[in-house]
């Protein structure tokens, strides 16, 4: 199977809280990371989580990462339109190798 | 800070062509710069990484021929597909490391769209 999957859709209304998923398969990854991407553009990064960490506020962003299971999620608070965008997350590895899932698309409804 | 950019962001270009794609750290050196591949509704999928002065290193089934990887200074890599052709049609995107951090984050480019007639 893939080395990091994630749902591929999610849609929400604007100012409920989204939570994206993320299952990844290397136990030693050291850092895993959210990123976003808007149409036609780079990624962007978010946020990231150190390995030994279980949860990582910033803001309207929670990252909650459950080692043992390697579920990682990214909880958006009081959704706005703007936030519409292809959300992907990553597992960093010791030789700077980085994989990426396939990156969940967002849409916010007004 | 750590800003990416690329250029050109959109080429189009006829088959057997070749298509040079810059990717630039404009206010770090980057020790090592990635270029990844994305096609649509699918996730990055990583052709190589290169660090400064020395050859790149390509993912396997990416062909050292085709896409020639040069990083000629600590801000600026090339990517160049050579004899382009339609199934080369896609989105080229770059990231730069800064390196002995102990995160490894990367800062990318926004992306340049490859179109091959």
């Known amino acids: 199977g893939e080395d990091v999957e994630q749902s591929l859709f999610l849609s929400v209304r604007e100012g409920d809280s989204s939570v994206i998923n993320c299952t990844y398969t290397?136990?030693?990854?050291?850092?895993l990371y959210w990123y976003k991407q808007e149409p036609g553009a780079g990624l962007q990064l978010l946020t990231y989580?150190?390995?030994?960490?279980d949860m990582k506020q910033d803001q309207r962003l929670t990252v909650l990462l459950n080692k043992k299971d390697k579920h990682l999620s990214l909880r958006i608070a009081d959704t706005q339109t703007g936030d519409s965008a292809i959300y992907f997350c990553?597992?960093?590895?010791?030789?700077?190798?980085?994989?990426f899932g396939a990156g969940t698309r967002l849409t916010v409804k007004p | 800070g750590a800003v990416v950019s690329q250029h050109p962001s959109r080429v189009i270009c006829k088959s057997g062509t070749s298509v040079k794609i810059e990717c630039r750290s404009l206010?770090?050196?980057?020790?090592?710069m990635f270029w990844y591949r994305q096609f649509p509704k699918q996730s990055l999928m990583l052709m190589a990484t290169s660090n400064e002065g020395s050859k790149a290193t390509y993912e396997q089934g990416v062909e050292k021929d085709k896409f020639l990887i040069n990083h000629a200074s600590l801000t600026l890599s090339t990517l160049t597909v050579t004899s382009a052709h339609p199934e080369d049609s896609s989105f080229y995107i770059c990231?730069?490391?800064?390196?002995?951090?102990?995160?490894?984050?990367?800062?990318f480019g926004p992306g340049t769209r490859l179109t091959v007639l």
């Open positions: 206010d770090f050196q980057a020790t090592t």
């Open positions: 990231s730069a490391s800064l390196g002995g951090a102990i995160v490894n984050t990367q800062y």
């Open positions: 989580i150190f390995s030994n960490m």
């Open positions: 990553a597992e960093g590895r010791s030789n700077n190798d980085m994989r």
């Open positions: 290397d136990s030693s990854s050291t850092y």
